[in-house]
């Protein structure tokens, strides 16, 4: 008796360890690995963020979401693909991105200093010809859109090279699986933990 009562002071602990890291797994906080280059240069491929579960979206939170059932042209894609973008615009917003690269959500100018100019410019409303554009998005001065309700307008950082909300339209809300922040040695942390908009 003695020898099970000794046994199972040093399982238990570890029993009890791996089911509370499992539930913060599940429900609050779990590593996600970055592939491919369209958020660079504030996410580099193969870098590992936290995803957390629970926290609130807002413009310019990046976000990882399903991206089955949302991209629709992209014919690789199986049930656990999953996307890493920044949210443009949230449910009901008015955008208007102009030729010059401003973008206006409801009427406010946003900034966009975490990507370059030419990135903001050239890279955002020069669009892929491998892909169709997205009927329900418009760029370009004198034109806008409005995000449905219970939908998200997404960009990776780096416009020229993402695939994104310009091509298979919004992200539903039940797709987004939680926002990225990365830890506090990267030096792009202000650009995905804590941008400020305008």
């Not at 995803?51 to 199986?78: C, E, M, P, W």
């Not at 922040?181 to 933990?193: C, D, G, L, P, Q």
Request: aromatic share 10%; glycine share 8%; net charge positive.
């Amino acid at each position: 008796m003695k020898t099970f009562k000794s046994i199972m002071s040093w399982i238990m602990p570890i029993v009890l360890g791996l089911l509370i890291a499992e539930l913060v797994r599940v429900f609050l906080f779990t590593p996600v690995k970055v592939d491919g280059s369209s958020m660079y240069p504030n996410l580099q491929s193969s870098e590992y963020v936290a995803l957390l579960k629970q926290a609130k979206i807002k413009r310019d939170s990046v976000v990882v979401f399903h991206a089955y059932g949302v991209d629709h042209q992209n014919l690789t894609l199986d049930k656990d693909t999953k996307y890493v973008k920044r949210v443009i615009a949230l449910p009901g917003d008015r955008v208007e991105y102009k030729n010059n690269g401003d973008l206006y959500v409801n009427g406010k100018f946003q900034s966009q200093s975490y990507i370059t100019k030419a990135q903001q410019k050239q890279g955002t409303l020069e669009l892929a010809s491998s892909l169709n554009a997205a009927p329900a998005v418009h760029l370009g001065t004198g034109q806008s859109f409005k995000v449905p309700a219970g939908k998200y307008f997404m960009l990776g950082d780096n416009r020229a090279e993402s695939n994104d909300s310009r091509y298979y339209g919004f992200v539903p809300r039940g797709k987004i699986l939680g926002v990225v922040k990365v830890a506090v040695w990267n030096n792009k942390r202000n650009a995905i933990n804590s941008f400020a908009t305008n």
